[in-house]
C-alpha cells in the first residue's frame, strides 16, 4: 500500500462554532482527511457534510458518524484513526484549532523525509480565550505535540490519551514557524454543556498557561471575516462580525 506522506485525523463533538474555519483552513493543503463525529446533537455533521461536498473532487476522505460513547471508548478511536490515515505521519487537529497557511507549509515540509526515531512534533500554540482579544503566554513557547508518526499510538481515556511511545525530549522534533491557535478557552457550540467536563476542563490549569496578552485574532487569523452557510457562529465572533 502506497502511504500519504502526512494526513490529518479530526475528532470532533458537538464543534460547530470553530469547525468549519478549522476545515477551511486545511482546504487544499493534504490529499486525505480522517474524521470522526462521535455523536454531535448541534450542526457538526451538517459542516462535515459541507467540507465534504467542497473537496471531494480534490482529496480523499474518511468520514465516520458514530454514536456517543463514553470517553474512556472515545481514546480508541484515535488508534483507528491512524490505521484509517494510511499515512507514513498524522497530523491530529481539533475542531477549535487553526493555522496559518504559512504554517500548515511548514508542517508538511517538517515531515519529509524524515525518518521515525523521532516520532513527535511539536508547534507552538496560543491559548485564545473567549471575547477573542486576548490569549495566554503569546510570546512564550506552549510545546502543543501534534505531529505524529504512524507507529505513535495511544491508550487511555479521551481527551488526554497516553501515547505508548513517551513524550520525552530525546523522542521530539520541535517545528518552528508554525503556530497552533487554539480556542480551547471559548464557548465551541450552543451544545457545549452536552459534551461530558467541557465545561469544567476549562477551569483546568492547562487551559491558563502565562499572562493574559492582547491579541488581534483577525489580524492574525483573517480567515475569520468569512462567514459560513447558516452555521452558527461563537458569540464573541458575531460581535466582531456585526461591528465590522
Known sequence: MQLYNIVPVILVCNDEYWLPYALESLAGHFNRYVIYDVGSTDRTKDIIDWFAQKEKKRADLFIRYLPFVPPVVQGAFR??????????????????????????RTIIQSVNGRDDSKPYGIVNRFEVVEGLTNAYGTQAF????????????????????????????????????????????TNRSTKDSE????????????????ELELLNVIKELPILLNKYEDFPRNPSLKLIHDTL
Open 79 to 104: 488508534n483507528s484513526m491512524i490505521v484509517e490515515a494510511e499515512a507514513e505521519w498524522y497530523f491530529i487537529v481539533d475542531a477549535d484549532e487553526l493555522y496559518k497557511p504559512e504554517a500548515l
Open 195 to 210: 459534551v461530558p467536563k467541557r465545561i469544567e476542563r476549562r477551569k483546568q490549569a492547562t487551559y491558563h498557561r502565562g
Open 142 to 185: 506552549l510545546p502543543h505535540h501534534r505531529v505524529y508518526h504512524r507507529t505513535a499510538y495511544w491508550q487511555g481515556t479521551h481527551p488526554g490519551e497516553v501515547a505508548v511511545i513517551p513524550q520525552k525530549p530525546s523522542n521530539e522534533f520541535t517545528i518552528t514557524n508554525a503556530t497552533c491557535y487554539h480556542f480551547h478557552n
